[in-house]
């Protein structure tokens, strides 16, 4: 499959990429993501990023950084949308950083009244 992901559709490299974030391959997911991202839909690296960094695995500072550059890149080039601010606030808060996950989602659900972004701030 890494073969086939590797020079295949972005979607083939995110599901790979996805696949080993789970395991502890952070490395690998991060430059996957970013060999997609130059055709894939921005909105869908970032959250593939995100179920990285949610992952069960034990990750280093390093891989959380090197994740949340990649996470926000693909954000800024991503549609403004529920989706996109839904994914920053559930970074935010996976990096500890409450007040600006707050933020994020209380934005989101100003704007989309979405009940998701509200659960969220009620956490």
């Known amino acids: 499959y890494r073969q086939l992901a590797a020079g295949g559709k972005p979607a083939d490299q995110l599901a790979l990429a996805s696949h080993l974030g789970r395991g502890g391959n952070v490395d ?3 430059r996957l993501c970013r060999q997609a991202g130059q055709a894939a839909d921005p909105l869908a690296v970032a959250e593939t990023l995100l179920g990285v960094a949610y992952s069960p695995a034990e990750l280093s500072e390093r891989q ?6 990649e996470l926000t890149a693909a954000l800024n080039r991503a549609k403004a949308g529920p989706a996109a601010g839904m994914t920053r606030g559930a970074w935010e808060a996976r990096r500890g950083r409450y007040a600006e996950a707050a933020k994020a989602f209380r934005a989101v659900a100003e704007a989309s009244g979405d009940p998701a972004a509200l659960n969220n701030l009620a956490y």
Do not use: F, H, K, Q
Not at 64 to 69: I, K, N, R, S, T
């Open 28 to 30: 690998e997911a991060v």
């Open 64 to 69: 959380l950084d090197a994740l949340g550059g």
